[in-house]
């Protein structure tokens, strides 16, 4: 079964014109001698020709009228490159980055980096404390959300998104004029 | 399929620079072609007029997004694909599965009639048409792009984000189901035809 698939596929790739010069001479030497292989051949033959000839469905007469007809109050949309600016998108990826940065940042700072482990190792390693659970039902949200690094750090988000909100409606402004 | 005179790109320009008319000619060249893809994807023949009419309107008001460096229906197709997804997932079709309800549907309803069919009255267009009707849309619409739409392997790959080799199994896939339902149920015909 395997060895018949094989053989359509050599066969369909020799029709399309596929495959090395090499590959397409054995082909051919193999439809030359081999009866099997002709009769195969002649049959995906029949087939690629009338699936060449297979004729589009056309839609009704007033197809054509009838699209000019809608598209008649519209007009070409401008080209997306042209609204989308690029200082826009880098602005939403440094925002982002900034979000993950503080994050990470805050979870770092939540091991505890020094530890009394009895191994040889964990004089060189230091003890994560990754009882995560009970850590975040016993912290102090508070502490960190009145903290002022937590206060600079939004500061600066909100900064960077009315910076991002002023040149989107600048380009906007220049666009229109 | 495609008119002489104004290529694709000359007339792309114009239409940018205002001469809105000109996009009627692409209508032209391209409609049957957007129209036989569509009813790879949907029996009705209404249905498919409507999507098509979408689709060109679709296309007129991106052009400007059409930059050139693949051919125009290349990218008349990335419209058509997702405008049929669109519509297919709004009717709640399943379009992955070869061997779907609707196919069998159509199976049962157009075996009869097939078999009422003299020879004579059915050409070799109509019965590959019609077995081509009886393949998954995906199957059908990759055997139209290719023999239809004189699209190559990478063309095809691009637009459906798969590599070429993807594409060069994925045909020879749909041609040999094609060769299946051709053998199932136009044996008489395929005979006749092999017979000559």
Known sequence: MDTHIQMEERLWDYIDGRGTPVERSSIETLLAENMEWQRKYKE????????QEVELDAPSMRF???????????QVAPA??????????????????????????????????????????????PRYDLDIDTKMKTFNWGRI??????????????????VMLDMYLGNRKKQTA | MLHTGLTDIELINKILQGNQALFAQLVERYQSYVFTLVLRFTDSREDAEEISQDIFVKTYRSLADFRGESKF????????????????????????SIDNERTYLQLENQESGFKADTVEQK?????????IRLLSPDDAQLITLFYKGEQSLEEIGRVMRLEPNTVKVKLHR????LKEKMEKYFSHEVREIQGN
């Not at chain 1, 990826?93 to 191994?119: D, H």
């Not at chain 1, 939004?154 to 960077?160: E, M, P, Q, S, T």
């Open chain 2, 73 to 96: 229906s290349t990218w008349l197709y990335t419209i058509v694909r997702t405008s049929c997804i669109t519509f297919l997932r709004k009717k709640k079709l399943d379009i992955t």
């Open chain 1, 64 to 74: 054509s009228k009838n699209v000019m007809e809608e598209i008649a109050r519209l």
């Open chain 1, 80 to 125: 997306t490159k042209t609204y989308i600016n690029k200082n826009i998108i880098r602005g939403i990826g440094a925002f982002f980055l900034a979000m993950i940065g503080g994050f990470l940042l805050f979870c770092l700072g939540q091991f505890k980096w020094s530890g009394s482990g009895s191994g040889p190792s964990s004089t060189f390693l």
């Open chain 1, 145 to 162: 959300f009145n903290s002022a690094y937590t206060s600079i750090f939004v500061l600066v988000l909100v900064i960077l998104g009315l």
């Open chain 2, 174 to 177: 749909a041609r040999h189901r």
């Open chain 1, 44 to 51: 995906l033959l029949n087939i690629h020709q009338m699936m």
């Open chain 2, 123 to 131: 050409s070799r267009h109509t019965m590959v048409s019609q077995a």
